[in-house]
């Protein structure tokens, strides 16, 4: 199963691999969304993690494009971010966020949702 990871933030990147090492899972990284589409493009997706403030296209456009790749449609996807907007929670869930993360989050809760929406 791979993974997904797509924040601009290198930290970010290494705190969530990081998180995920302990689970049988390979991880894919991007730090924007047209890095994102050309992986996701080119491997399969179990599951992707994705940050809404991206330096080329906005989390929930790169969310909207990735379900209309062959082989996306149905993919779970997690939204994050460290904003706190009102509204972004509800627009996650309206392009197909299956869950919402805060950043900081704990590492735990993070492999808890991953684990949830692998099943």
């Known amino acids: ?7 601009d933030e290198n930290v970010t990147r290494r705190v969530v691999i990081h998180a995920l090492r302990s689970m049988d899972v390979s991880v894919l990284e991007a730090e924007d969304g047209t890095g994102a589409l050309e ?5 399969s997706i179990s599951l992707a993690i994705v940050d809404i403030n991206l330096p080329d296209i906005d989390g929930f456009e790169v969310m909207r494009q990735l379900q209309a790749l062959p082989g996306m449609a149905g993919t779970p996807m997690i939204m994050f971010t460290a904003r706190n907007r009102t509204g972004d929670e509800m627009m996650a869930r309206e392009v197909g966020a299956v869950d919402f993360l805060y950043k900081p989050f704990s590492t735990q809760e993070l492999r808890e949702l991953v684990m949830k929406h692998l099943q």
Do not use: F
């Open 39 to 43: 992986i996701a493009q080119n491997n």
């Open 1 to 7: 199963m791979s993974i997904l990871v797509i924040d």
